[in-house]
């Protein structure tokens, strides 16, 4: 699922968008 990009978060953004990590905050 391609999530929104946060420019809050853009390592955890990074990560779910890359590979689909949503551990890394």
């Known amino acids: ?4 990009r946060d420019p809050s978060n853009p390592r ?3 990560t779910v968008w890359g590979v689909g990590y949503k551990f890394e905050a």
């Not at 699922?1 to 929104?4: A, D, I, P, S």
């Open 1 to 4: 699922e391609k999530l929104e």
């Open 12 to 14: 955890y953004i990074h």
